[in-house]
């Protein structure tokens, strides 16, 4: 019996035989290092990785591609934004829904002299922009958020936030879009970010251990890189290059890795967010629908519209732990999905669902209705125990 | 274009505005190759774009505004 992926909040899968075939492509036919010889194979390679930077820019809506740096996650992207902003004396502002990829670096800032605001949402992880508003200090640096969670799956007011931080000087949007790039419409021009981190191996379709970040013009001479090494350029000196993205990116690239995650953007520039959008909310949808077959035995977190979410949905079974369910989804109907904290403890304290957490199902591009109907079928199993 | 023709170069930061460059320049059928930084101008190790003289304004023309480079340099 083939296994029903429905973990591709936590990382895609299967991928679109593109990115493989880009992968494979590169490591047979080119091998090269990027930026690093001034041989054919060497610039064919940084060729890869420059179309790579293009397919991203088009998809964000980045007028210049070099303003995107490449990393090996989104973790790494937004340590980078958040270690390198922020000063001893600023102040910053964050949402109650964050994962910890943002909430860890923050409470670390904040043991050295940051001040940190989180701001409530409500228990279905509804942010109101006016209590956003309200937090804003003569020192506030910067709002840091996710574009929707990876608990609750709502979508949150990006576009009402960036006209919040666009009205005041010095202050930076910085937007974690883990779980949104590829998968909803991201504009950094019309939203009002100034700094957004991806991840490659999610909605992106590219593989693990492949990320980045956009910082926007000028913003670079205010963020201190935390890696300095070789960078291909400006060899003659021993000083980290100042210019983007040769900034951050030192050390050789996963070439390989950014060769799959090209392959995986040009594919959803192909297919268009808006008809990747479009099928993972009819899943969705679908999902919602015949959770309300089970009344009172589930309880179902974030917002009851399927268009204020993103395709993962957080749930609980009567008294079932989400360990249970998962266990006997995995064993019983070949069912992947993921139970517990999801890396966000914040997020389930907002929801009420802290220590235990909850069982999450998140589908994807790939998934089909079957498997929608599959997953609810195992659900009543499960309940009838 | 051969190796024998009267060439510039456009010498840049690093190989990702090099790249650019050339996706730029052949955007508007300009013929022109990435080739290793000539000894003579620079011991970095990185690429610049080789041109014919005779496209020297276009080249100048299709950069301008759209990327940093340091110089353009016949040879």
Not at chain 1, 20 to 40: D, K, N, T
Not at chain 1, 54 to 69: G, H, S
Not at chain 1, 254 to 269: D, E, F, K, S, V
Not at chain 1, 271 to 290: C, I, P, Q, Y
Request: net charge negative; hydrophobic share 40%; aromatic share 6%.
């Amino acid at each position: 019996m083939e296994a029903v992926y429905l973990d591709n909040a936590a990382t895609s899968f299967p991928k679109p035989g593109a990115t493989l075939e880009a992968m494979v492509r590169y490591q047979r036919e080119i091998g090269g290092s990027p930026g690093r010889s001034g041989h054919r194979l060497s610039i064919d390679a940084g060729r890869i990785v420059h179309e790579t930077r293009e397919a991203l820019a088009r998809l964000f809506n980045v007028d210049d591609p070099l303003r995107i740096v490449f990393t090996k996650n989104a973790t790494e992207a937004l340590n980078i934004a958040l270690i390198g902003l922020l000063k001893p004396g600023d102040h910053v502002i964050t949402t109650g829904l964050e994962h910890n990829s943002v909430m860890r670096p923050l409470r670390f800032l904040a043991s050295h002299g940051v001040e940190l605001s989180v701001i409530p949402t409500s228990d279905r992880g509804e942010l109101d922009p006016d209590d956003m508003s309200a937090a804003f200090r003569v020192n506030t640096r910067a709002v840091v958020m996710t574009h929707a969670s990876n608990v609750t799956g709502t979508i949150m007011p990006l576009k009402e936030v960036g006209a919040l931080t666009r009205d005041r000087e010095n202050v930076v949007l910085c937007v974690d879009a883990a779980q949104t790039a590829g998968a909803l419409p991201v504009d950094v021009a019309a939203m009002g970010v100034d700094l957004l981190a991806f991840t490659g191996h999610k909605s992106l379709f590219g593989p693990q251990g492949t990320g980045g970040l956009y910082i926007r013009k000028g913003l670079e001479h205010g963020i201190a890189p935390f890696m300095r090494g070789g960078t291909g350029s400006r060899s003659e000196f021993e000083e980290q290059p100042e210019f983007m993205p040769d900034k951050y990116e030192c050390g050789t690239p996963n070439t390989i890795g950014l060769a799959g995650l090209g392959a995986g953007a040009a594919y959803i520039l192909e297919k268009g967010v808006d008809a990747v959008r479009a099928k993972e909310l009819t899943l969705t949808r679908r999902f919602l629908n015949r959770l309300q077959e089970f009344g009172g035995d589930v309880a179902l977190y974030g917002p009851a519209e399927a268009e204020k979410r993103i395709s993962l949905i957080s749930f609980n079974l009567r008294d079932i732990t989400p360990s249970d369910a998962a266990l006997f989804l995995d064993e019983q109907w070949n069912i992947m999905c993921r139970p517990g904290l999801h890396c966000a403890p914040a997020a389930h304290r907002t929801i009420g669902t802290f220590p235990q957490g909850t069982v999450r199902f998140s589908f994807g591009f790939f998934n089909t209705e079957d498997h929608v109907d599959l997953a609810a079928e195992a659900l009543r199993s499960l309940l009838q125990g | 274009m051969t190796r024998e023709d009267p060439f510039g170069v456009v010498l840049f930061e690093s190989v990702s505005h090099a790249l650019r460059a050339e996706k730029i320049s052949k955007a508007e059928n300009i013929p022109c190759k990435l080739i290793p930084v000539p000894r003579q101008l620079s011991s970095d190790c990185g690429v610049c774009l080789r041109f014919s003289v005779v496209h020297r304004e276009r080249v100048e023309r299709a950069l301008s505004g759209q990327l940093d480079f340091y110089e353009i340099v016949l040879l």
